[in-house]
T-cell receptor, first 110, second 114 residues
Framework: SQQGEEDPQALSIQEGENATMNCSYK?????LQWYRQNSGRGLVHLIL?????REKHSGRLRVTLDTSKKSSSLLITASRAADTASYFC??????????FGKGTSLLVTP | EAQVTQNPRYLITVTGKKLTVTCSQN?????MSWYRQDPGLGLRQIYY???????DKGDVPEGYKVSRKEKRNFPLILESPSPNQTSLYFC?????????????FGQGTRLTVV
């Protein structure tokens, strides 16, 4: 199945700094989605970027997509302690399956 | 409020005792799926359903069953649970139209099989 691989596995930054995490995948996609998971809770959808888009913004989130490199990045600007969570990408080929990788664990310290 | 509801949230059971984890969504979604999440392995899909009476295996279906008799409900059945099924389970749902839709997740069920 088409899974994303997030990198790095863990990231620790201070409040106010930017956090960047990356996602790589292997086959062609229809869109790519990013989700956040607070400790032990359900995933929450953050943003969807279509295969014909290169960049998308939502509040403090910026997502880029490079289909030639089969990669995406999620940038969180001006991080807050509340951003501490795991972040997952889900590259979506045609069809409806959402397959997740192992995620990036982000820790934002005050 | 749009939501996916799983029950129970926590469950401790013994090996071999059949159990069912329920999942219900109130958004009229066609697509529903189950995942398990284990440390170091991420989220893995167990089963999914495209609509009523249509189910299919995900990546790790062994030891699980599902049914989709009604659109809103998608229970996960463990006929004979074993300790290697100790995990955190999530149900998710989404519309299928166009494939460009977000998934909504339940709050999770933490299952321990002893």
């Amino acid at each position: 199945s088409q899974q994303g691989e997030e990198d790095p596995q863990a990231l620790s930054i201070q409040e106010g700094e930017n956090a960047t995490m990356n996602c790589s995948y292997k086959t062609s996609i229809n869109n790519l989605q990013w989700y956040r998971q607070n400790s032990g809770r359900g995933l929450v959808h953050l943003i969807l970027i279509r295969s014909n888009e290169r960049e998308k913004h939502s509040g403090r989130l910026r997502v880029t997509l490079d289909t030639s490199k089969k990669s995406s990045s999620l940038l969180i600007t001006a991080s807050r302690a509340a951003d501490t969570a795991s972040y997952f990408c889900a590259p979506r080929p045609s069809g409806y399956a959402l397959n997740f990788g192992k995620g990036t664990s982000l820790l934002v310290t005050p | 409020e749009a939501q996916v509801t799983q029950n129970p949230r926590y469950l401790i059971t013994v090996t071999g005792k059949k159990l069912t984890v329920t999942c219900s969504q109130n958004m009229n979604h066609e697509y529903m799926s189950w995942y398990r999440q284990d440390p170091g392995l991420g989220l893995r899909q167990i089963y999914y359903s495209m609509n009523v009476e249509v189910t299919d295996k995900g990546d790790v279906p062994e030891g699980y069953k599902v049914s989709r008799k009604e659109k809103r409900n998608f229970p996960l059945i463990l006929e004979s649970p074993s300790p290697n099924q100790t995990s955190l389970y999530f149900c998710a749902s989404s519309f299928t139209t166009g494939g460009e839709t977000e998934a909504f997740f339940g709050q999770g069920t933490r299952l321990t099989v002893v």
